[in-house]
């Protein structure tokens, strides 16, 4: 499939492409720093997009040339021909885990979702304080009141926290992501294969691309990654 599209196709308003943690420094205007006659009067005309929108807009068109991605390069190039890309290493924070599949959180935000059948090994690399184990009775008390008292009506709203005390296979899990933006790598597809997620099977999921549909085996995907304006709309 050629990927044709202009940056300001994939634009939606209000979507932006940075997110900015919390912090104790007091936030300011900064637009009242600057003298008057250097401000811009008319908005700029820039592409609404995430992140993980720009990175792969930009990678889908350097694949328009040829590459160890894409195909042997006709001319005899013997690097390119003989030295294929075999395994790929894939680095993120580990988020939790399902019965068949580990969750990701990638440098985006977005959370990466990689069956176990697909994965060799594991390589564990900890910052100081970043690999404490975190305990369940250290929830906000608040939350806790609520699963307390409100236990099925709060756990149905998470996938994570249905995960958490049931265990949930792939399809299950991304049940809940029904109608969000995803990207999926397979075994059968020289390049990512994005939309919008229509439903899932036990064997299977059904992808929304422009207007078309597709179905996917289970058996055929290495990895699927939810974007994090989905993400952000989920109750976690």
Known sequence: ?????????????????????????DSKNILNTIPKNLLREDELNLPQVSEGQVVRHYTNLSNKNY?????????????????????????????????????????????????????????RRCEENKCEELELINM???????????????????PFLINLFFGLDLHYFLDSYTGCYIYIRTDQDKRE???????????????CMDKEKRGIDFDEILT??????????MHL
């Open 1 to 25: 499939m050629k990927y044709n599209k202009l940056i300001f196709e994939l634009s939606s308003e209000g979507r932006t492409g940075y997110r900015f943690g919390e912090t104790e420094i």
């Open 67 to 123: 590459g160890v991605d894409t195909g042997m390069y006709p001319l005899g190039s013997c690097t390119m021909k003989y030295n294929p890309k075999i395994n790929e290493k894939m680095a993120g924070e580990v988020v939790d885990a399902g019965k068949d599949f580990i969750i990701l959180k990638t440098k985006v935000l977005n959370l990466l979702l990689v069956p176990f059948s697909r994965i060799l090994h594991f390589t």
């Open 140 to 158: 906000k008390p608040c939350f806790k009141r609520e699963l307390t008292l409100h236990f099925g009506e709060v756990v149905s709203k998470s």
């Open 193 to 207: 294969i994005e939309g919008i997620l229509n439903s899932t099977t036990k064997n299977s999921l059904v992808l």
């Open 224 to 233: 699927i990654e939810i974007e994090q304006e989905a993400l952000a709309r």
